[in-house]
C-alpha cells in the first residue's frame, strides 16, 4: 500500500506543475522506483526470472539504498517547489 501511496502522490504533483522538468522529474522518480518493485515482486511470484534487483525501501544494499535515497530526496524537492509555485500564485 505504501508503494501504491508513493505511485499516486508523485504522479499528483506531475498533474498539478506546468512546469516540464518538473514533470519530467516526478514521473522518473516514480517509474525509477517502480520498475524495480516490479521486477522484483514479478520475480519472486514466478512471472519472470530473478534479475537481483533490490525492492526499494526493504531490501539491504548500500548502492541501492543510496540511489533510492537520493531519488526521494529529489522528489520532496520538487514537491516542495511544486507547492510553493502554488502559493504564489
Known amino acids: 500500500m505504501i508503494y501504491g501511496f508513493i505511485l499516486i502522490k508523485g504522479l499528483i504533483y506531475a498533474n498539478k506543475t506546468n512546469n516540464h522538468f518538473y514533470k519530467l522529474m516526478c514521473i522518473g522518480v516514480v517509474?525509477?522506483?517502480?520498475?524495480?518493485v516490479f521486477v522484483n515482486l514479478a520475480g519472486i511470484s514466478d512471472l519472470i526470472p530473478l534479475t537481483g534487483?533490490?525492492?526499494p525501501l526493504l531490501s539491504y544494499g548500500g548502492?541501492?539504498?543510496l540511489s533510492v535515497s537520493i531519488a526521494f530526496a529529489v522528489l520532496l524537492a520538487v514537491a516542495k517547489n511544486i507547492k510553493k509555485g502554488e502559493k504564489v500564485e
Open 53 to 55: 534487483v533490490t525492492l
Open 31 to 36: 517509474s525509477y522506483l517502480f520498475i524495480q
Open 63 to 65: 548502492s541501492s539504498m
